[in-house]
């Protein structure tokens, strides 16, 4: 393993001793890097093994599975009352602060920032060299950099920093710090983009097993992008992706099973994976299953569910789905027939998209009202 790896584990062991005299607590690093990398089979399977950990009194694991209880869906394992929450973080707070202040172990203080949900505590565990606390990190700033000042040498600032992190923890042979920095590579965050750095990044992530690596590796086969286009070995590599529950992955191994591209046509199969994946909150799959729904594409025809589907992708931000809410507005179908309603979602989708009269046209009209 490399430097960082290696010290992450002895973070982890360190935890597990202090709290419970146990051995390094494998389970909890799949856990935190299978959320990380969507990994939805992965996340399950290592909240069941953190779970059956807790109930032998191991406090380091009970402290983490309260943690991930908090998650707006967790996994069944860690689906506990308050009471046992309580109890659970009660049990060992006090002595993974004591780590944290006093021997300024890294992942004490990631556990910390995430049950505090505090922004200073991880950056404290990004610059103590905790891998999951540098991705958490980056991301973050990536996130403020898009989304807030407009002044483009601040941005470029903010995206540098951003791409240090990834860079620090891809160096160390983390799966996500690879991932994170291919898609930097990918779209031009911090760095110049470059399709070739990006590829050989997501390309060593998928070798670690990162689902959302992989169904990148199939898209570029998909679009022949630094490799020559490969519709059936792009297949291959969304149904491995999907093979761990992967909404990415899911959702264009059902497209290729729709189309029937490099594999045979499987509209059913396909119907099923876009449900799977929309109940992974893949927008495009929402929109996706909604135009199954609504034509009947490998699932019984439902306009009203369909409109569902498509008012979910929409509200989520998506044009298309818009596009499909105009359409269900215009002919009556899944929903009463509205003009004023169509024509809404069909300008809403032309702001979406950046157009500017559009935009124009809504801000008006929400004034009016």
């Not at 992190?165 to 470059?194: E, I, S, V, W």
């Amino acid at each position: 393993m490399k430097r960082l790896v290696r010290l992450m584990c002895a973070a982890l062991a360190a935890l597990a001793v202090s709290c419970a005299n146990a051995d390094p607590a494998n389970a909890i690093m799949r856990l935190l890097n299978s959320q990380a990398s969507g990994s939805v089979r992965g996340f399950t399977q290592a909240a069941e093994e953190v779970a059956a950990e807790a109930k032998k009194g191991r406090p380091v694991y009970a402290y983490v599975l309260a943690l991930i209880s908090r998650m707006p869906s967790p996994p069944p394992a860690a689906r506990i009352d308050e009471a046992t929450r309580r109890k659970y973080l009660d049990g060992c707070r006090d002595k993974i602060k004591k780590l944290a202040n006093e021997k300024n172990n890294s992942m004490a203080w990631y556990l910390l920032s995430l049950e505090n949900n505090d922004r200073d505590l991880l950056h404290r565990a990004a610059d103590a060299g905790n891998v999951q606390a540098m991705n958490a990190w980056g991301t973050y700033l990536v996130t403020r950099a898009v989304g807030g000042t407009s002044d483009t040498n601040e941005v470029n600032r903010i995206l540098g920093v951003a791409h240090d992190y990834f860079k620090a923890a891809a160096g160390q042979g983390d799966a996500n710090g690879l991932y994170n920095l291919g898609m930097c590579h990918l779209r031009g965050l911090g760095t110049p983009p470059d399709d070739q750095s990006a590829f050989n990044c997501f390309r060593s992530a998928a070798e670690k097993e990162h689902p959302e690596a992989i169904n990148n590796i199939g898209l570029f086969f998909r679009e022949g992008r630094v490799v020559e286009k490969d519709l059936e070995l792009s297949t291959k590599w969304f149904e491995k992706s999907a093979s761990y529950d992967n909404a990415y992955g899911q959702f264009n191994f059902a497209l290729a099973l729709q189309n029937g591209e490099g594999v045979a046509q499987d509209e059913a199969r396909a119907a099923d994976l876009l449900s799977k994946s929309a109940a992974g909150d893949c927008v495009e799959a929402i929109d996706a299953y909604g135009v199954a729904l609504w034509k009947g594409r490998g699932v019984k025809e439902n306009p009203e569910a369909a409109f569902r589907y498509f008012l979910r992708a929409a509200e989520a931000g998506y044009p298309p789905a818009m596009e499909n809410l105009s359409t269900c507005y215009r002919l009556g179908k899944g929903v009463k027939a509205d003009e004023r309603r169509s024509l809404e979602w069909k300008i809403r989708s032309r702001a979406a998209r950046g157009d500017r009269n559009a935009q124009a046209w809504l801000q008006q009209n929400a004034k009016k009202k």
